[in-house]
């Protein structure tokens, strides 16, 4: 097995104990021998540079987290009845998304009778 190039001169402490110096008679001897194993072949060291035996960087490995996923939809909608009456007087309440626009008799404090009440767009401040 060849050396790679870009091997280090000192290792570390825990890979093969001390401060001693690496020959390069060490990592030609054999597979049995070698410290630092080539995990990609030359030829595709650069689609990936991060396993060709060399020093991962942090600046070059993206660590990006996933997307978050968009909230789903609520099933039910609140929507705001406004009187036909003319005088303003309105209900909330709520109805499946899926269904059609509501409209219904109901009693008006201000006109002090029935009338009826048609689904009308709620304005929210942004």
Do not use: W
């Not at 401060?19 to 072949?41: A, E, H, W, Y």
């Amino acid at each position: 097995m060849r050396c790679p190039s870009n091997i280090i001169s000192k290792a570390s402490a825990s890979h093969i104990g001390g401060d001693q110096m690496l020959d390069r008679k060490q990592c030609n001897s054999g597979p049995s021998n070698t410290l630092f194993p080539i995990l990609v072949p030359e030829k595709h060291a650069n689609q990936f540079p991060f396993l060709s035996g060399g020093f991962v960087h942090a600046s070059s490995v993206s660590l990006s987290l996933p997307s978050v996923a968009k909230k789903a939809k609520a099933r039910t909608i609140i929507v705001k009845l406004l009187s036909t009456a003319g005088t303003g007087f309105f209900y909330t309440t709520r109805r499946p998304r899926t269904t059609a626009k509501l409209s219904f008799m109901k009693f008006d404090p201000r006109a002090n009778q029935n009338v009826l009440f048609n689904e009308a767009k709620i304005n929210r401040p942004n």
